[in-house]
């Protein structure tokens, strides 16, 4: 099991560098400081429909003003302040619950900062004070960009955080025991940008509109993606370089791992691959264990070091970030939009990734009629190298999906390529769009064809920086300078505290993160204010992601 010293010493050789585009709004911060600037609230039972938003302990009802459960400046995530009356420490319990950590199917804890563009539930409750979104808010930077860092090696990664979503395959641990025998070392460095900032297209705007009249329910006043509360990571796996055995030992044993504070700085191994997360919301739906009502997913890219498809300064990885979405890429310049990413880690079939699959218990009832009919058929063309979508046609030409007919056909295709129940749904278009708009609601604004990632990229012909914050470990803080010159808006270095921006779980020290294995307490609700009118949860914050348990799925895939 590492010690303290040993990550504090590992998160610092690793450190990443990071491009931000010109135009970025927001920097990484303190997750710590972005909650304790928060109001917290309970939604129980949980809904988007503000009735049942406030202190865990209303009725749901159109009662207002409401209360939150922690207003906002009376939140504290240090444990000094157990017992201080002006203030509630969330690690706190209350009769050995902890109300303001515990978030479960039952209660949904989340925070609020910067959401609630027309005021929010504790200003009224007419349906013209909608609690929503705007596309973007005021930039949120800081002097100090900063990241959080979780350390781990084959000692302590069973430990890791998961979810329902993001199952991890049994014996995980030893199949990676078994590719580096000496050891290895896990490095996820968690960043967290108070506000993504995205764009629909056409297509999902006509399927948000369209689900909304199915339902007689307005849609948003503010059709976007845009959310708050956006977490990132970069994930490095690197090989622990081992000490030979004792003398004595029998032979074939293998080196032992060996510890990061007796190595001298240049005998640090590079890492031998590298994730960059991404996010889409509302187009791809987990249903991982029968997963439903998540409605977002975060994967990462897998990137191998030795292949080329990374770039380094040193053992530095360079991550450019997204505009506005933060998603991660390891070369600089545009890239298509994750629910259209061909690098998937996982062989999700994107039969059309505008299409609203609503009806999962129809769905999945014809899947069932249908699988016996059509498996083999699928299982025989993968071997043969055909394509998901080419076996698709054959078996509708055929008639084997004419149980389903039509787009819904198309929809039970596509679960038959999703890989551990991941699926990207598509286009209500073709089927009934329901009444027409409520009275009193305008249509929405059309959309762009397609919204993709733009990212930093260097244009010397450009009199304008091509990137626009650049952090760096503070090791290289000259020489990229130097380097960079006039292409940067301005570099900033991470700073030398190392050791305070390592994850520490043990119970009160940094409460805001979400539980792992070997520790049980932390809070579990979503980082950013649920939103109405948001009928794919879109727009609503999110929880933590599992970014360990995403790595090391995609790199078992990956791997074979």
Same mark, same amino acid.
């Given at each position: 099991m590492l010690t303290?010293?040993?990550?504090?010493?590992?998160?610092?050789?690793?450190?990443?560098?990071?491009?931000?585009?010109?135009?970025?709004?927001?920097?990484?911060?303190?997750?710590?400081?972005?909650?304790?600037?928060?109001?917290?609230?309970?939604?129980?039972?949980?809904?988007?429909?503000?009735?049942?938003?406030?202190?865990?302990?209303?009725?749901?009802?159109?009662?207002?003003?409401r209360e939150a459960l922690i207003p906002r400046?009376?939140?504290s995530v240090n444990l000094a302040d157990l017992d201080n009356p002006n203030v509630s420490f969330i690690g706190r319990s209350e009769e050995s619950f902890r109300t303001f950590q515990v978030s479960n199917e039952e209660r949904e804890l989340f925070i609020a900062r910067l959401s609630w563009s027309e005021g929010g539930p504790e200003v009224s409750g007419s349906i013209s004070n909608s609690s929503e979104n705007f596309l973007e808010v005021a930039p949120f930077q800081t002097n100090q960009p900063t990241y959080y860092v979780d350390v781990r090696d084959q000692d302590s990664i069973a430990a890791i955080p998961r979810d329902e979503g993001t199952p991890l395959p049994p014996g995980f641990d030893m199949a990676l025991r078994s590719l580096y025998p000496n050891?290895?070392?896990l490095i996820t460095y968690h960043f967290f940008y108070a506000y993504h900032v995205e764009r629909l297209t056409d297509c999902e705007i006509d399927s948000e509109v369209i689900r909304a009249k199915r339902a007689d329910e307005f849609f948003a006043n503010n059709l976007h993606g845009s959310y708050e509360g956006d977490w990132h990571a970069i994930t490095v796996l690197v090989p622990n370089p081992g000490v030979p055995p004792p003398a004595g030992a029998p032979t074939g044993t293998p080196p032992m791992p060996i510890s990061p504070l007796n190595l001298t700085d240049d005998a640090f191994p590079m890492p031998e691959y590298v994730g960059f997360s991404r996010r889409a919301r509302g187009v791809l739906v987990n249903i991982g264990a029968n997963v439903v009502d998540s409605r977002n997913y975060t994967f990462m890219a897998l990137k191998s070091v030795v292949g080329g498809e990374t770039r380094f300064s040193g053992t530095h990885v360079k991550a450019f970030v997204a505009r506005g979405t933060h998603?991660?890429?390891?070369?600089?310049?545009?890239?298509?939009?994750?629910?259209?990413?061909?690098e998937l880690p996982f062989p999700i079939e994107l039969v059309n990734t505008c299409i609203l699959a609503d009806n999962f218990e129809y769905v999945f009832a014809k899947v069932e009629e249908i699988r016996e009919k059509i498996g083999g058929a699928i299982d025989k063309g993968r071997?043969?190298? =055909?394509?998901?979508?080419?076996?698709?046609?054959?078996? +509708?030409? &055929? %008639?084997?999906?004419? @149980? *389903?007919?039509?787009? =819904?056909?198309?929809?039970?295709?596509?679960?038959?390529? +999703?890989? &551990? %129940?991941?699926?990207? @749904? *598509?286009?209500?278009?073709l089927l009934d769009p329901g009444p027409d708009s409520i009275p009193g609601q305008?249509?929405?604004?059309?959309?762009?064809k397609n919204v993709g990632d733009v990212g930093p990229i260097l244009d010397p012909d450009s009199e304008e920086p091509s990137f626009g914050t650049v952090v760096v470990p503070t090791t290289l803080l000259e020489a990229l300078s130097t380097e960079l010159g006039d292409e940067a808006t301005v570099i900033r270095s991470w700073g030398e505290n190392f050791a305070s921006r390592v994850i520490d779980r043990t119970d009160g020290i940094q409460p805001w993160w979400q539980p792992d294995g070997d520790h049980p307490q932390g809070y579990q609700g979503?980082?950013?204010?649920?939103?109405?009118?948001?009928?794919?949860?879109?727009?609503?914050?999110?929880?933590?992601?599992?970014?360990?348990?995403?790595?090391?799925?995609?790199?078992?895939?990956?791997?074979?």
């Amino acid at each position: 099991m590492l010690t303290s010293d040993e990550k504090t010493k590992l998160a610092e050789i690793y450190e990443p560098i990071l491009f931000q585009h010109p135009e970025e709004r927001y920097d990484p911060v303190s997750p710590a400081m972005y909650m304790t600037g928060s109001g917290m609230w309970c939604n129980k039972p949980i809904s988007s429909n503000r009735s049942t938003w406030g202190d865990c302990e209303q009725t749901p009802s159109f009662d207002f003003p409401r209360e939150a459960l922690i207003p906002r400046g009376q939140l504290s995530v240090n444990l000094a302040d157990l017992d201080n009356p002006n203030v509630s420490f969330i690690g706190r319990s209350e009769e050995s619950f902890r109300t303001f950590q515990v978030s479960n199917e039952e209660r949904e804890l989340f925070i609020a900062r910067l959401s609630w563009s027309e005021g929010g539930p504790e200003v009224s409750g007419s349906i013209s004070n909608s609690s929503e979104n705007f596309l973007e808010v005021a930039p949120f930077q800081t002097n100090q960009p900063t990241y959080y860092v979780d350390v781990r090696d084959q000692d302590s990664i069973a430990a890791i955080p998961r979810d329902e979503g993001t199952p991890l395959p049994p014996g995980f641990d030893m199949a990676l025991r078994s590719l580096y025998p000496n050891g290895y070392w896990l490095i996820t460095y968690h960043f967290f940008y108070a506000y993504h900032v995205e764009r629909l297209t056409d297509c999902e705007i006509d399927s948000e509109v369209i689900r909304a009249k199915r339902a007689d329910e307005f849609f948003a006043n503010n059709l976007h993606g845009s959310y708050e509360g956006d977490w990132h990571a970069i994930t490095v796996l690197v090989p622990n370089p081992g000490v030979p055995p004792p003398a004595g030992a029998p032979t074939g044993t293998p080196p032992m791992p060996i510890s990061p504070l007796n190595l001298t700085d240049d005998a640090f191994p590079m890492p031998e691959y590298v994730g960059f997360s991404r996010r889409a919301r509302g187009v791809l739906v987990n249903i991982g264990a029968n997963v439903v009502d998540s409605r977002n997913y975060t994967f990462m890219a897998l990137k191998s070091v030795v292949g080329g498809e990374t770039r380094f300064s040193g053992t530095h990885v360079k991550a450019f970030v997204a505009r506005g979405t933060h998603n991660m890429y390891s070369l600089p310049g545009n890239n298509t939009a994750p629910k259209f990413d061909d690098e998937l880690p996982f062989p999700i079939e994107l039969v059309n990734t505008c299409i609203l699959a609503d009806n999962f218990e129809y769905v999945f009832a014809k899947v069932e009629e249908i699988r016996e009919k059509i498996g083999g058929a699928i299982d025989k063309g993968r071997k043969a190298g =055909i394509s998901i979508a080419k076996i698709l046609a054959g078996a +509708a030409a &055929g %008639g084997l999906l004419g @149980a *389903a007919g039509g787009p =819904i056909g198309g929809i039970v295709g596509a679960l038959f390529g +999703a890989w &551990g %129940g991941a699926i990207a @749904a *598509a286009i209500e278009g073709l089927l009934d769009p329901g009444p027409d708009s409520i009275p009193g609601q305008p249509e929405p604004a059309p959309g762009p064809k397609n919204v993709g990632d733009v990212g930093p990229i260097l244009d010397p012909d450009s009199e304008e920086p091509s990137f626009g914050t650049v952090v760096v470990p503070t090791t290289l803080l000259e020489a990229l300078s130097t380097e960079l010159g006039d292409e940067a808006t301005v570099i900033r270095s991470w700073g030398e505290n190392f050791a305070s921006r390592v994850i520490d779980r043990t119970d009160g020290i940094q409460p805001w993160w979400q539980p792992d294995g070997d520790h049980p307490q932390g809070y579990q609700g979503l980082w950013g204010a649920r939103v109405s009118r948001d009928p794919f949860n879109r727009r609503s914050g999110t929880r933590i992601p599992s970014f360990e348990a995403i790595f090391i799925n995609a790199l078992l895939k990956d791997l074979g």
